[in-house]
């Protein structure tokens, strides 16, 4: 089973910018999906950003332009850079992680991004 550990959360005023870091560890990876989803309090789980092991990616409408993910293979870590981070990002932010040889999949356990003045 893959394991997922998240890092780079917290406080940033609106305007300003934060990384986030996903390592992933296990024995089986191949060729993988990863990427981010967020959930606000009260709303349900929603794509972020996804990163294939090929390099392609795809981004919510909402972040695109201001968000950048990107993953180094050799580390099996994922990162997403947030730019010009507004209110409406605030969430608790998921690293997830699908396998296509069977489209298994892992959550991590999630990292609060605050964007307030």
């Known amino acids: 089973q893959v394991q997922l550990v998240e890092s780079g959360g917290g406080l940033v005023q609106p305007g300003g910018s934060l990384r986030l870091s996903c390592a992933a560890s296990g024995s089986d990876f191949r060729v993988n999906v990863m990427g981010w989803y967020r959930q606000a309090p009260g709303e349900q789980r929603e794509l972020v950003a996804t990163?294939?092991?090929?390099?392609?990616?795809n981004y919510a409408d909402s972040v695109k332009g201001r968000f950048t993910i990107s993953r180094e293979n050799a580390k099996n870590t994922v990162y997403l850079q947030m730019n010009s981070l507004k209110p409406e990002d605030t969430a608790v932010y998921y690293c997830y992680f699908r396998r296509v040889i069977d489209s298994s999949i892992a959550w991590g356990q999630g990292t609060q991004v605050t964007v307030s003045s």
């Open positions: 990163i294939s092991s090929g390099g392609s990616t």
